[in-house]
């Protein structure tokens, strides 16, 4: 199975918003509510972001949304902040076997 | 606070096995789903592994030959084992816990980087 689709950069201006899109197939984004976005700081591990579509762990801020329309799942950023600058990486539930898969990750870029 | 941690050699040579721990502070290991994650270059993110202390595991099935993972209750660890391996397999390692509800990860170990090469 493929990994899923992002594109490979975005950039905003701090204070705008920005929204980092996957597309997957009606196998694992379009079939499941087991969504999950990832912020990755060079030399750091992954941290989640959101999960089961629009939920966010506990500490992190309202600032980041996501959201879920037929095979493609989106990251919404508002109010960019320097610190938001980073790789982001999202995940989707793909079956029993395969379980998870990734996107190729979107490297976002506060101008 | 849960942390994790990876431990396990830098660098391998082809052909030979691979062996990771994951040592859990802040959680007993017994309560929860764990999972090993690794990332490289070429293949980007990939999962690899989940398990569960009753017993219940499960590997991908591109590496499933390969791999075993395991958790050890007495030493609050899980490991991660793979033969056979090759420069592909070159990639930072990550040991992560699952959270409730499924195929998400919170939180991660920092990584451990290994290096397939004679």
């Known amino acids: 199975q493929s990994a899923l689709t992002q594109p490979a950069s975005v950039s905003g201006s701090p204070g705008q918003s920005i929204t980092i899109s996957c597309t997957g197939t009606s196998s694992d984004i379009g079939s499941s509510n087991l969504i999950s976005w990832y912020q990755q700081h060079p030399g750091k591990a992954p941290k989640l972001m959101t999960y089961e579509v629009s939920r966010r762990p506990s500490g992190v801020s309202d600032r980041f949304s996501g959201s879920k329309s037929g095979n493609t799942a989106s990251l919404t950023i508002s109010g960019l902040q320097a610190e938001d600058e980073a790789d982001y990486y999202c995940?989707?539930?793909?079956?029993?076997?395969?379980?998870?898969?990734f996107g190729g990750g979107t490297k976002l870029t506060v101008l | 606070q849960m942390q994790l941690q990876e431990s396990g050699p830098g660098l391998v040579k082809p052909s030979e096995t691979l062996s990771l721990m994951c040592t859990v502070s802040?959680?007993?290991?017994?309560?929860?789903?764990w999972s090993w994650i690794r990332q490289s270059p070429d293949r980007g993110l990939e999962w690899i592994a989940w398990?569960?202390?009753?017993?219940?595991?499960h590997c991908s099935p591109s590496l499933r030959s390969r791999a075993t993972i395991s958790v050890d209750m007495s030493k609050n660890q899980f490991s991660l084992t793979l033969n056979s391996v090759t420069a592909a397999d070159t990639a930072v390692y990550y040991c992560?816990?699952?959270?409730?509800?499924?195929?998400?990860?919170?939180?991660w170990g920092p990584g451990t980087l290994v290096t397939v090469s004679s």
């Open positions: 992560a816990q699952i959270v409730w509800g499924g195929a998400s990860f919170d939180p």
């Open positions: 398990i569960y202390y009753g017993g219940s595991s």
């Open positions: 802040g959680a007993s290991v017994s309560s929860y789903y």
């Open positions: 995940c989707s539930h793909a079956g029993s076997d395969i379980y998870v898969i």
